[in-house]
Each structure stands twice: as structure tokens, then as C-alpha cells.
């Protein structure tokens, strides 16, 4: 019974180039949520999807950032054309309803940008 | 202002003592509210929901204050293995259900 799976663990990126977050959801969970947290600060929401939809993506910057949960497969974070301000903890969370509901979190995906 | 509060911290306690964490939101259509505990900047992880009536679990008691917007985080006898970021987490159904975390409070249990 796997929990929320993320990869990689730890990407390096160089200034310009894309990063791709993977984020495969717990079986059964419909509901993913991305936050990023930067040192020394707390989580930042940043996109919310359900399954093919994209519900809530206030968090997310309008440029270089996209998300998606396509019907098969894990969800995507993508980041174009880095900068060194990307450089954080980007977390994956999953839960099977709307609020009231427990969240279960990846490990993370440490980026950081040379 | 922010839409979740929290004491600045750090904590530093000792072994044994009783500690309170304090956190306040802004939006008073909040209806679902967690602490989470995150270690070492690992993934955060559910501590305890937060009910309209109080509730504990064992030395950890969480009460919430719809009124005054506020919810507190009550340790007794801290362990050694309790020190971690304390986070407070709210969530609102007309903003789609998502969690909004606060800033996080650090404790640290020294023998």
C-alpha cells in the first residue's frame, strides 16, 4: 500500500533548462495538491488538481509553471526555463475527497539550481 | 495579512515540560483544521485534526476557537523525540478544499 510517491528525490538543474516533477498519488486518491518551500520558510500552496482538471492554480506563477493529472499516470509539475529563485523543496500531497480529510505527502523533490 | 498564523518560535524546552502552540487564521469560512508535524525538512506529516469540541490523543491536546479564529496545540511531558516544526493547517471548501499551512513554529526538547 504505497503512499505518495515522488521523483526524483533530488534534481540539479542548470539555469535555463526544464525540471520535471513526478508525483504518483495514493491508489485510490483523486485529489493532488503541489506546495513549494523555500529555506527558512513554510509550505506555499501552489496548484490543486483533480484527475484531467486543474481546480485551483492561484499559488502558481503565471510564467515558466504548469501542473497536470492526466486521466492515466502521475501528475506533473513543470518548470521552464529555471532561475536560481526555483531552488526548493517541492512537495506532493494526495487525498481521496475536498477538505475535511487528511492529506498525505510525498517525500519531496529537492530542486536546486546551478 | 497572512491567512494562517503561527508563534515565531523557536521553542526551546526541556525534557518533561509542557509546551503551547498558538496559531490564528483569517478567513472565518474555515471549516477543517489540522496540526502537522514536519521533521528536519522532511515531509510534513498529520499530527492531529482539530475538532469544534476540543480533542486529545494522548499527551498532545488540540483546541479550536471559531470566535476568536485560533487554534492551540497543547504538549505535556515533552519527549526528546517531540522537537520538529509544529504546523498549523486550515482548509476552506470555497477555496476548493486546499490546505493553507502556516509558517510552522520550531520545538526543541533538550535533556
Known amino acids: 500500500n504505497a503512499g505518495v510517491m515522488q521523483n526524483p528525490r533530488h534534481l540539479v538543474r542548470r539555469r535555463g533548462q526544464e525540471a520535471r516533477l513526478r508525483c504518483s498519488p495514493v491508489?485510490?486518491?483523486?485529489?493532488v495538491y503541489w506546495y513549494r518551500q523555500l529555506p527558512e520558510e513554510g509550505l506555499k500552496f501552489m496548484v490543486y488538481l483533480q484527475k484531467e482538471n486543474i481546480i485551483d492554480e492561484s499559488g502558481m506563477p503565471k510564467e515558466r509553471f504548469s501542473a497536470e493529472f492526466p486521466k492515466e499516470g502521475p501528475s506533473i509539475l513543470r518548470i521552464q526555463q529555471v532561475v536560481r529563485g526555483d531552488s526548493a523543496a517541492y512537495f506532493c500531497?494526495?487525498?481521496?475527497?475536498?477538505?475535511?480529510?487528511?492529506?498525505?505527502f510525498g517525500q519531496g523533490t529537492r530542486l536546486t539550481v546551478v | 495579512r497572512k491567512e494562517v498564523e503561527q508563534d515565531p518560535g523557536p521553542f526551546n524546552v526541556p525534557e518533561g515540560a509542557t509546551v503551547a502552540f498558538n496559531c490564528t487564521y483569517s478567513n472565518s469560512a474555515s471549516q477543517s483544521f489540522f496540526w502537522y508535524r514536519q521533521d528536519c525538512r522532511k515531509e510534513p506529516k498529520l499530527l492531529m485534526s482539530?475538532?469544534?469540541s476540543g480533542n486529545e490523543d494522548g499527551r498532545f491536546t488540540a483546541q479550536l476557537n471559531r470566535a476568536s479564529q485560533y487554534i492551540s496545540l497543547l504538549i505535556r511531558d515533552s519527549k526528546l523525540s517531540d522537537s520538529a516544526t509544529y504546523l498549523c493547517?486550515?482548509?476552506?471548501?470555497?477555496?476548493?478544499?486546499?490546505?493553507?499551512f502556516g509558517q510552522g513554529t520550531e520545538l526543541s526538547v533538550k535533556p
Open positions: 482539530v475538532y469544534s
Open positions: 493547517v486550515v482548509s476552506t471548501i470555497n477555496q476548493g478544499g486546499k490546505l493553507i
Open positions: 500531497a494526495s487525498s481521496p475527497s475536498m477538505a475535511n480529510t487528511e492529506a498525505f
Open positions: 491508489k485510490g486518491h483523486s485529489h
